[in-house]
């Protein structure tokens, strides 16, 4: 029953934006805290970032932080990561998860993912 959907996936130059959006549905979105994980081409799953239940807390990986940037709104079940300064090495399937409560690293749920592709 839980399902969650990202977008705002595309082909962007090295030094674009691009911001994602992840829309939940089935449980209540309000009540648990969210993650967004990545694949890139030929590579295991990257954990990237966190967010609280209320948003008030947010964490990143050394890769992305300072350069990403995770939100919520709870009103319309949405999470989003806000892509800046993007470069080739970004390139990968993008998925929002439920992280299991007190287990952040593992996941209840997931997304299909959309794909980023940054190249000139």
């Known amino acids: 029953e839980v399902q969650l959907v990202e977008s705002g996936g595309g082909l962007v130059q090295p030094g674009g934006s691009l911001r994602l959006s992840c829309a939940g549905s089935g449980f209540t979105f309000g009540e648990y805290a969210m993650s967004w994980v990545r694949q890139a081409p030929g590579k295991g799953l990257e954990w990237g970032s966190f967010?609280?239940?209320?948003?008030?807390?947010?964490s990143y990986s050394d890769s992305v932080k300072g350069r990403f940037t995770v939100s919520r709104d709870n009103s319309k079940s949405t999470l989003y990561l806000q892509m800046n300064s993007l470069k080739p090495e970004d390139t990968a399937v993008y998925y929002c998860?439920?992280?299991?409560?007190?287990?952040?690293?593992?996941?209840?749920?997931w997304g299909q993912g959309t794909q980023v592709t940054v190249s000139s």
């Open positions: 998860a439920r992280p299991i409560a007190g287990r952040g690293r593992e996941f209840h749920s």
């Open positions: 967010i609280a239940i209320g948003g008030q807390g947010t």
